[in-house]
């Protein structure tokens, strides 16, 4: 038996786990300190009452034969595709039923899309990145381009017509910059991947963060990314739902190439090896888009801005440049005083006691660049904050 | 972009599709018959108490910042897994916990499993069987090759040394014929599949309706598997999680191949791939294991072999030949009167209005033969055992 050798080609994923070492290590030889995490991408807000209360009748129907549900449909059940049709219609989006797919997040559908395409594609991936999108090519055998997104292009990276590529991954607004792309951005893209007959796949798991009317939130609301765009959705940080998994993934109608329907090969892949999302967890996530449910997932939304606010607030009075943080929840910020990112990682630990991301761990365009996150705890946030300024006004 | 073009060689699946389509013809020309459904896989009982409750208090959990879960391991919570663990040791087989993945499925993971072995390998499948070991070959453009189970071995294919493989399929309780391998022909595949450096993908589904002490449940019980073999399980029939989506898959420690440790490799594709199961719903299957919880569902699969009783018992008052029913939620009968399979089919829908599964369907070696499953309501299985019995004494 042969194994995939293109895993060997993998690089091992050193980041969280150098992160979590150093500060373990910190805190072990400076026990009296309070370390304070503003790295990681998880929420700290648990469900809201709407979507623990849908989940708890769910539970009760799955106890009694007459309501019990088995087997559903393997890319979701209408009630959820309905609520989620209405969500893209209030932006004036017209989306068929059929060309929605209820996933277990994004993750996983961002890594199993690739199973309908060809090995020999050429990829193109933004640097800075969310790792997942380089590894899943690598296991494939996929030849990956990058494309610089730096202080220069506010990092958003745009098409370079001397460039071929077949898939682009663009993600919006961005994991780890922060940066979103508006619509002539976008739309220069989608004019790109059509003249390439390419596809992009458009991770937009960060949308619900847009509170800017005239951004985009979603790719389809560019004319003419139905048919070149899949798109990849999440409840993940719109509603808290990191631990318990459910998320949307759009491919049009519209979308063929090489004569093929890139939606039938989906849902061919979909019914073959995918046997659907929880009932208990659909219900749940129907219950987001109820009037109660947007009311509640939009308080928690704002909790997290404003802690991104708090943060940009004490970045712009110590004069540091950074994009992300006003239609994202991640803060994207230059090192200051020449620092590596790893160089400014050991400053804050050790001087403010705060653990944030090296940018150099998302790609070579991360160095000097640094990662902190709004999904922390308000008071922990406001104290981090004090604390860095302290640090560096020393 | 170039499309995986391996798709294309994917047959439509008719099957399913066409015994539904039959059975909505005929209940609409026939308004007044009550149609009895035994061909579908899908389980009627509902969850138990044990896993309810389980799933209330996790819920609960998920609602307050103290006990709410974010992102969990990809591969599991310890609890579910030491769960598992236990059940294993219980057989006396020693599992350590990091050999243990918690999945969405066994079909996700059966399917998703592939990511990790080179395209040029050859498979072997067992015909007839379950068609997602087949497509999910098909779409990653592997050489298939199927090993005849037919009544002459009791639907139990045993290896051929003339041939060579390097993935072997097996499934015991084997859907859709319900026969199971004893611990001899067990440890004849195991050692085939270590004199050819190969893999055994071994599906225990069924595992729990194995009642005869002396046959295997897993393939662990059988010595070397641990050198050759990943085993997948689930929560579906077991616990009724067919809509609920929780399973396991064992990949030990002393599998390796061309020099790499396949758990290591499945590692990396779930940590780079997938998300975790949702905490809820690993919360309910680790109460499968509680005293309670197996107390309860025995209760249920006690329920379903009764069915399987009363099934088998008329096919031997009828005289037909059949495997299945006793270890098994399957029965695989032999169609009576040299009628083929869906001659068969469309016999029963019009004489007993009943509908089954043509084995066909399954593979070439299933013509001439039929599946019944046990799943369903004791009333109904009944009542159709009654009308199959007049049918064919008429």
Known sequence: ????????????SYLFATVNRKAREFQASHPDK?????????????????VTEAMHKAVDEMATKEHFHGYGPEQG????????????????????LDEIFISDGAKSDVGNILDIFAQDNVVLIPDPVYPVYV????????????????????????????????IIYLCSPNNPTGAVYNKEQLKAWVDYANANDAVILFDA?????????????????????????????????TAGFTGTRCGYTVVPMDLVRGGESLNKLWLR????????VPYVVQRGAEAVFTEEGQKQIHEAIAYYKENAKIIAEALDELGIWYTGGINSPYIWLQCPNGMGSWEFFDFLLEQANVVGTPGAGFGNNGEGFFRLTAFGDRDNTKEAVERIKAALKK
């Open 1 to 12: 038996m042969k194994i995939n050798e293109n895993y060997l080609n993998l690089k091992e």
């Open 34 to 50: 309070k370390v304070i995490k503003l790295g990681i991408g998880d929420v700290t807000i648990p469900l809201c009452t709407a």
């Open 77 to 96: 059940y209408d009630f959820l595709k309905e609520a989620i049709q209405s969500y893209y219609a209030k932006r004036n989006t017209s989306l068929e």
């Open 135 to 166: 590894d899943t090519n690598v296991m494939a055998g996929r030849e990956v381009k990058f494309m610089d997104a730096n202080a220069s292009n506010g990092f958003l990276a745009m098409p370079d017509p001397a460039v071929h590529a077949d």
């Open 205 to 237: 798991a960060y949308e619900v963060f847009v509170a800017d009317e005239a951004m985009p939130r979603s790719i389809f609301e560019i004319e003419g990314a139905k048919q070149c765009a899949i798109e990849f959705c999440s409840f993940s940080k």
């Open 269 to 276: 892949r979909q019914t073959t090896k995918f046997n659907g």
